[in-house]
């Protein structure tokens, strides 16, 4: 064996390319550390209302891989025929899963993207349909900014699995920005990506879709507020937003040995080079790569 051992490793995330540059820029708010805030915000006011718009099917919402990536203008509505497309797509989605939960009301989803340009406003746009339709428990990262894999730990594990599935706003690899592609897809109730049978029939009903309920007049939620802190949309639906890495990383620790990585990254001659792509792997390769395991922030690339 060489005295001196040079070992370099290149690791690449599979995720999603972003316009937005909050996926690797979050705000400071999004470095969750030690406790979580309580407080509790209303943004019900006199003018809030549940409400059941009539609306026509729109042609084209096939999911291909677990979800539907369309051009951001088609998810915007900037053409009149592709009217309240994004509440048009959740609401069919929504009705399948609640057919596909014995016809019993959904009690908790995660929505969360990957940072990408118009993944605030579909956020806030997804969430009044949630509220809309009854969902009990809507659960954000901060800042919005959730990697897929992040996402299923938390379906799996936070609070026991309580979470039946999550609703992820990415377009995978394709890059995003204005001309260029949005996504929502759906993980089903252990996290995995949703079935074809499950896609076909929310494709099947996004054709026979006469109204979507929403709730109007509500203020906007504060995606950048402290984890813990909680909105109440309706008096049936509150908005909690959670610590995008505490399942991701309790799910990493049961699967790997930290301690040993840490050791190994700290040997002469280790280096890692880690390319998140701009997708939402940014923060999290930080969290992992940097606070975990010691590595320097150098280790972290930015396509430019």
């Known amino acids: 064996m060489r005295s001196s051992l040079s070992a370099t490793l290149g690791l690449a995330l599979l995720c999603s390319p972003s316009f937005s540059t909050q996926a690797w820029n979050p705000p400071s708010t999004f470095a969750v550390r030690g406790g979580t805030s309580k407080s509790f915000t209303s943004l019900q006011n006199a003018a809030s ?10 042609e084209g919402m096939r999911p291909g891989t677990s979800g539907l990536r369309k051009k951001v203008e088609v998810w915007q509505a900037v053409d009149a025929t592709n009217t309240n497309y994004v509440e ?17 009301p959904l009690d908790t989803l995660i929505v969360a993207g990957d940072g990408r340009y118009f993944n605030t406003e579909a956020i806030q746009i997804i969430c009044r349909v949630l509220a809309g339709n009854g969902i009990t428990n809507i659960w954000i990262p901060q800042g919005g900014i959730m990697s897929t894999p992040a996402v299923s730990a938390a379906i799996r594990t936070r609070e026991g699995g309580r979470a039946q599935g999550g609703i992820v706003l990415t377009a995978s690899h394709n890059p995003g920005g204005p001309g260029e592609d949005f996504g929502i897809k ?10 074809e049978e499950f896609t076909e029939d929310l494709y099947k009903r996004s054709l026979e879709l006469k109204t979507f309920k929403t709730v109007e007049g509500s203020a906007d939620i504060d995606l950048n507020a402290d984890a813990g802190t909680t909105f ?3 008096a049936e639906s509150t908005v909690t937003i959670i610590d995008p890495f505490d399942s991701y990383l309790t799910s990493l620790r049961s699967c790997f040995d930290f301690e040993g ?17 701009h997708g939402a792997g940014g923060p999290f390769a930080k969290r992992v790569l940097v606070e975990e395991l010691g590595l320097p922030e150098v280790s972290l690339l930015l396509n430019r």
């Open 88 to 104: 048009n797509f959740i609401q069919s989605l929504v009705d399948t899963a609640v057919e596909d939960n014995d016809g019993k």
């Open 232 to 234: 109440s949309i309706t």
């Open 261 to 277: 990585l840490k050791r190994f990254c700290q040997r002469d001659g280790v280096s890692i080079a880690y390319d998140g792509m």
């Open 186 to 195: 759906y993980n089903e109730g252990y996290g995995q990506p949703a079935s």
């Open 49 to 58: 209302l549940v409400k059941e718009v009539d609306t026509t099917p729109i």
